[in-house]
């Protein structure tokens, strides 16, 4: 009944009423049937401090038991501040620093790519509407790649440890991490330089999470209690409605039904390797900055179409290294950005955010209309598939009006998602099929995330060989 | 196109003395060429301006489930009365204490949206019905503010078109057209006044503005058609009605000056002035004409103007009579400590002040409707002289138009702290035009948005109105210093002494204070605070523009000797 207001409440009474040892398991005092602590020790540690400033406020908002379901004007107006606060001390900075070491980009482009990335809907929605703290996460990782793009590998590691140690789902943007980090360390040579980085950054991810999990380790099954909690496998492979490839599937075929949960952990890992791969091999041999970004944005969505146990939230993984992007490709990240709101759409009106839902999205449109005008950046080149259409345009003539295809296709996109949250949020859904407007929603936006999927994956591998064409012609 | 401007044009320029013209034109904002240049470039540069527009409103959106004061309660109250009685009995009814207290075209407009809202909810169209607010009703209610104000953007637009494009830059963000915008669109006090205090401010400052614009425009029948429709909404806007009769009659009558700049008589045009009058009249009779032939003009009235409130609204505005009560209580509190006075005879009025609708001065002699009247028309009359002797052109009428409304801002009887915007809203026409008057926009502006804190006191609402106040403060104090980059310093050292000081009062009215254990024991202080500091800028913003108005005409002056 309750939801993710009352979990990060909870988490700040258990974290400041019971002993750290006590925090991940079941006890008398910590029952975790009801909101278990079920995030990295990050999380758990910016709970306590919470906790410790509502205690001055309020001590009645964590007592122990007593407070459960607790909620008032100054409490709502408590948690909220914190997220603002937390917003406003990693994510939004974050964000300002990321566009203005912009490279080649005027001062208004920095700006309106700032003002966009800042207004892109999902987050806020999620974040101050629906309550949660993705933006510290999001925040961390945001400096991780900020780092790295200035060549700090070290600090960049530790900024992105951070963020996986406040959400395990951070992991979503491990791999391209790990195979920039590699790739950089392969082209200085494994023997030489490139060892002594590779050991140096090897030391300071495991210092970073030693020093996160210090607390958890007086005992190996403290850790593994830990582990146990963040990777729940017991809670099926998909919920709720998401918009990723189970669930869409399962409208056909009911796979939770037919096949057992081991086989579906396997299958749903061999699915999410087989779609990473290419932009993984592509980015170690090959590493450069765009590339890295690119293939953030893949992974990310390779993740979320493919793998198990995805929220509806989960999107925003993808969003992130999506609005970093936004300045090159802004047609088709402005197009990414509005499905993934809209694919969050039940939710929101579970909530009662639909004036909030459409505000914002329009806001987030207009203000990429007027500083990208991105209407007019959909020819190939602008959509980075230059190369790519150099040797197909070949086999499929009729391709030749991709700017208007492409346009008209937008516009299509658009006015369905208008039409569908018009639908969800005004009619009945018939008795016999409760769910029909959220499937729907998802299986609409995952038709989209799998077209972008592979136009995401087309513009990383196309992209490598293009630049060493450059680089030859130089 | 336009056959008054092609008449006033012509006739200066065959006289024998076109040096009044040529003296004239320089001060106007906009001549015909260079008004049709910035509206082409103001429509095709990316569209800035429907963006702007459109993300206002969607601001405006967001603000629908917010706190609303009573002012809601009286909206739906007269939604309710327009839509159930006759007309005859509009100005009887009072069910509710929110009796309608708004000419009839106000009346009328609730009428017409009474239609629409039993679409979304009749429940709040019944008299009886007091406190309504079903969430249907706030819905319908807010968008019908949201939506009116398509008539304050139409303004604003119309407004930009008359700024001149010489200080146009290279950069948008620079041009004086895109700060003007900004500064009317996203204004911090409308936001706040209109969609969370709940009023319909937008669609009444765009009628004044559009006026403005006309004027400019020298579509003078126009400008003056819409001022007295305009007053027939709302009757607070009679303050600023002396800088449009002179105006009209100096500068649009008068069809010619001498070569001194001075009166000539035999140029006025008594077709203009009856022309004039014909508009006047028939919007009045349009307006007053039913009760009138009802017999119900003094009850009208006596709704129109409630002379039993008291001096000050129950958050003292932050006028002369701020300063003025905070005088007298203070001179009461060291009266009483060193014995001057009888604390015997003074118990009636012990420290309530600021609470009480009638509130007794102890020690100063209290006021009366009659001599703030007679102070608001002492301190217009010379900015009114200043306006027929020395005419300027339309911006002549700005500077005028808005010292009427500080004026009587400064002296009026019941003054709210809302009716700030009146002044606020002109002088940004005029800030992006000169460096001196921007600097006094920054102070009359943060001041006067300052002083409109109080009106939101719900927690939930406390960082909404901060961080609009800091976005909108930010971004005219940095616009504004980018546009007179080469003037120097906007303000002086005192001037930003004086409003970093809010920072700190308003940590301590809304955070120190209610943490301290003087909240029982006084309780009004924050808001005598607040009230008391914003006066004296206002007060100083008046003062110096008084000031640069009148020391202004006679530069000018001198130069056309």
Not at chain 1, 123 to 149: M, R, T
Not at chain 1, 335 to 357: C, E, H, I, N, R
Not at chain 2, 69 to 98: C, G, K, M
Request: proline content about 5%; aromatic content about 14%.
């Amino acid at each position: 009944m309750y939801g993710d207001y009352e979990a990060q409440r909870h988490w700040q009474e258990v974290t400041y009423n019971l002993p750290i040892n006590q925090w991940y398991f079941n006890t008398s005092d910590n029952n975790l049937q009801y909101w278990g602590l079920d995030y990295p020790p990050l999380t758990a540690y910016h709970s306590l401090l919470c906790a410790c400033i509502a205690k001055l406020i309020n001590p009645d908002w964590i007592g122990l038991h007593t407070s459960r379901g607790y909620e008032s004007q100054p409490h709502k107006l408590f948690m909220r501040a914190t997220v603002f606060i937390a917003d406003l001390l990693v994510y939004i900075p974050a964000v300002i620093m990321y566009c203005c070491y912009l490279k080649e980009t005027s001062t208004k482009k920095k700006v309106s790519t700032a003002l966009c990335v800042l207004l892109y809907p999902g987050l806020i929605l999620i974040d101050h509407g629906h309550f949660q703290y993705n933006s510290v996460s999001l925040g961390f990782a945001l400096w991780g790649v900020l780092f790295l793009s200035n060549n700090w590998d070290l600090l960049g590691s530790v900024a992105f440890c951070l963020a996986i140690n406040y959400k395990q789902m951070e992991l979503y943007h491990s791999l391209p991490f790990f195979c920039y980090l590699l790739g950089k360390c392969f082209k200085r040579g494994l023997t030489g330089k490139g060892l002594v980085l590779l050991i140096k950054i090897a030391v300071t991810v495991v210092a970073a999470f030693a020093m996160c999990w210090l607390p958890f380790c007086t005992e190996a099954e403290q850790i593994l209690q830990v582990l146990r909690r963040l990777f729940a496998i017991d809670r099926g492979l998909f919920e709720d409605k998401v918009a990723n490839i189970w669930c869409s599937l399962s409208v056909l075929i009911k796979i939770k039904n037919i096949i057992s949960p081991q086989t579906q952990l396997k299958l749903s890992f061999a699915f999410t390797f087989l779609s990473l791969l290419p932009a993984c091999i592509k980015l170690t041999l090959q590493p450069s900055l765009r590339g890295f970004k690119f293939a953030l944005v893949s992974c990310a969505l390779s993740f979320f179409l493919f793998s198990f146990q995805v929220h509806e939230k989960s999107v925003l993984l993808v969003s992130l290294p999506v609005c970093l992007i936004i300045n090159e490709i802004p047609f088709m990240a402005t197009w990414f950005l509005l499905v993934s709101t809209f694919s969050m759409l039940p939710l929101l009106l579970k909530d009662g955010l639909l004036l909030a839902y459409i505000g914002t999205t329009l806001a987030f449109l207009t203000v990429c209309t007027a500083s990208f005008s991105i209407f007019e950046k959909t020819s190939a080149e602008d959509l980075q598939l230059k190369s790519f259409s150099l040797s197909i345009w070949g086999y499929i003539p009729w391709l030749k009006p991709f700017p208007k295809i492409v346009k008209s296709l937008f516009l299509v996109s658009i006015t369905l998602m208008g039409v569908l949250s018009l639908i969800s949020a005004t009619l009945n859904p018939p008795q016999k099929l409760p769910d029909l407007f959220p499937i729907f929603v998802s299986v609409v936006s995952c038709l989209h995330f799998l077209i972008f999927l592979m136009y995401f994956n087309i513009v990383l591998l196309w992209d490598s060989r293009n630049s060493r064409n450059q680089k030859k012609t130089n | 196109m336009r056959p008054a401007t092609a008449a006033f044009r012509t006739v200066p320029a065959g006289s024998p003395l076109p040096v009044c013209a040529c003296a004239v034109a320089p001060q106007r904002f906009c001549q015909g060429g260079c008004d049709m240049a910035v509206a082409a470039t103001g429509g095709g540069s990316g569209g800035w301006f429907p963006a702007l527009a459109l993300g206002v409103s969607l601001l405006k959106c967001l603000l629908i489930p917010t706190y609303h004061s009573t002012d809601f309660e009286v909206h739906r109250n007269w939604l309710a009365i327009t839509h159930n009685l006759p007309v005859s009995q509009w100005y009887y009814e009072a069910t509710s204490e929110w009796t309608l207290d708004y000419p009839p075209f106000f009346a009328w407009f609730e009428c017409a949206l009474s239609h629409i809202a039993k679409y979304f909810d009749p429940e709040m169209l019944v008299i009886q019905n007091l406190n309504y607010a079903s969430y249907a009703t706030v819905l319908f209610q807010r968008l019908s503010v949201i939506l009116t104000d398509t008539l304050f953007i139409y303004a604003v637009r119309e407004c930009c078109r008359c700024v001149s494009g010489k200080r146009i830059g290279k950069d948008l963000l620079e041009k004086p057209m895109f700060v003007l915008a900004v500064l009317l669109l996203w204004n911090f006090g409308l936001l706040i006044v209109d969609h969370i205090h709940f009023q319909y401010n937008g669609f009444l400052f765009g009628l004044m503005l559009l006026s403005v614009a006309r004027l400019f425009q020298e579509r003078h029948l126009e400008g003056a058609a819409l001022f007295a429709v305009l007053l027939h909404f709302k009757h607070i806007y009679i303050y600023v009605a002396p800088a449009y009769g002179v105006y009209l009659l100096r500068s649009y009558c008068l069809t010619e000056n001498k070569a001194d700049g001075s009166l000539k008589w035999s140029s006025f045009s008594f077709l203009r002035i009856t022309l004039l009058g014909l508009i006047v009249c028939l919007v009045s009779a349009l307006s007053l004409g039913p009760f009138i032939v009802l017999g119900q003009l003094p009850q009208l009235i006596s709704r129109l103007f409630p002379f039993k409130r008291g001096l000050c609204h129950a958050y003292w505005a932050p006028n002369f009579w701020a300063l003025y009560n905070a005088v007298d209580k203070a001179l009461a509190v060291i009266g009483v400590k060193y014995k001057f006075l009888d604390p015997e005879k003074m118990q009636k009025a012990a420290m309530t002040g600021g609470l009480v609708q009638e509130f007794q001065h102890t020690v100063l002699p209290s006021v009366t409707p009659f001599a703030t009247l007679i102070c608001t028309v002492v301190s217009i009359l010379p900015s009114v002289f200043c306006l027929w002797f020395k005419p300027q052109g339309p911006r002549g009428f700005l500077q005028c138009l808005i010292l009427c409304a500080l004026s009587s801002f400064m002296f009026g009887w019941h003054v709210h702290e809302k009716a700030i915007l009146l002044a606020i809203l002109p002088l940004s026409l005029l800030s992006v035009q000169r460096a001196k008057d921007a600097g006094l926009y920054l102070i009359l502006t943060t001041t006067g948005h300052f002083s409109l804190f109080p009106l939101l006191f719900t927690a939930p609402e406390l960082p909404i109105k901060i961080l609009l106040m800091l976005l909108f403060t930010v971004y005219s104090f940095s616009s504004l210093r980018t546009l007179f980059r080469k003037n120097g310093p906007l303000l002086n050292w005192l001037e930003i002494l004086y409003l970093t000081a809010l920072v700190p009062l308003e940590i301590f009215c809304e955070i120190v204070f209610p943490l301290s254990p003087w909240k029982l024991k006084l309780p009004f202080i924050p808001l005598l605070l607040t009230s008391v500091y914003c006066a004296l800028g206002i007060t100083y913003a008046w003062l110096k523009l008084y000031v640069s108005v009148l020391t202004e005409s006679a530069t000018v002056r001198q130069k056309v000797e």
